[in-house]
């Protein structure tokens, strides 16, 4: 019940192109589902995130939508650029807590 | 704003010696952890310091590893003796705020290879 599961584990996208990542969670606690972007020898920085109180948040060309009855968020990079390319992590958290739940991670590539 | 620093960048030791990894958090951040990523299990939560104090270690796998937080701006994590299988990133993360999910910042890592 504690799993986020997140799918696909690759992805290859043309540039100009949306690229979609999408996690599925089980606990209905979660109220803080972040999405994080990480380059090679880099750490994890936070990208944008979500409570479930709102089902789009959009910055820029990153759109993370929620669906709370089906329990799945989902990034979205619009017009998806070579610099896009990284690996990207939803997570999911509760208030009170400072445990985090992350996926297992998407390598995404944008192909030039 | 410097960010979450972490030392050293890389660390090739042999197995059975001692291994300190360094990490100076966010100024007034008042959470730190100790992450672990590899291929096989993903990012793991090795620890969790909550004002300097150990609030939950049951992440760190076995007595080889110890975790300190003398102060509010420095925390180590030891390993002794290290072992091939202990190769990962270390990552440290700090946090603003403990009562309510808050956003984690992650350090550059520390990637450690035991021979």
């Known amino acids: 019940q504690q799993q986020v599961k997140q799918s696909p584990q690759s992805l290859i996208v043309q540039k100009g192109g949306i690229s979609i990542i999408n996690c599925a969670y089980e606990?209905?606690?979660?109220?803080?589902f972040p999405w994080y972007q990480q380059f090679p020898g880099k750490g994890p920085a936070l990208l944008i995130a979500i409570r479930p109180d709102v089902s789009e948040k959009k910055e820029g060309r990153f759109t993370i939508s929620f669906n709370k009855s089906a329990k799945q968020f989902s990034l979205h990079i619009m017009d998806s650029q070579p610099g896009d390319s990284a690996t990207y992590f939803c997570a999911a958290s509760y208030s009170g807590t400072y445990k985090y739940i992350f996926g297992t991670g998407t390598r995404l590539k944008v192909l030039a | 704003d410097a960010g979450v620093i972490q030392s050293p960048r890389h660390e090739v030791t042999e197995m059975g010696q001692e291994v300190t990894l360094r990490c100076k958090p966010i100024s007034g951040h008042n959470s730190l952890f100790w992450y672990r990523q590899t291929m096989m299990r993903g990012l793991e939560l090795l620890i969790y310091?909550?004002?300097?104090?150990?609030?939950?270690d049951s992440g760190m796998p076995e007595d080889r590893f110890s975790a300190k937080m003398p102060n509010a701006s420095f925390s180590t994590l030891k390993i002794q003796p290290s072992e091939p299988r202990d190769s990962a990133v270390y990552f440290c993360?700090?946090?603003?705020?403990?009562?309510?999910?808050?956003?984690?910042?992650f350090g550059n890592g520390t990637r450690l290879t035991v021979t």
């Open positions: 310091f909550n004002n300097n104090v150990p609030i939950d």
């Open positions: 993360a700090s946090s603003p705020d403990s009562s309510r999910a808050s956003p984690l910042h």
């Open positions: 606990n209905t606690a979660f109220d803080y």
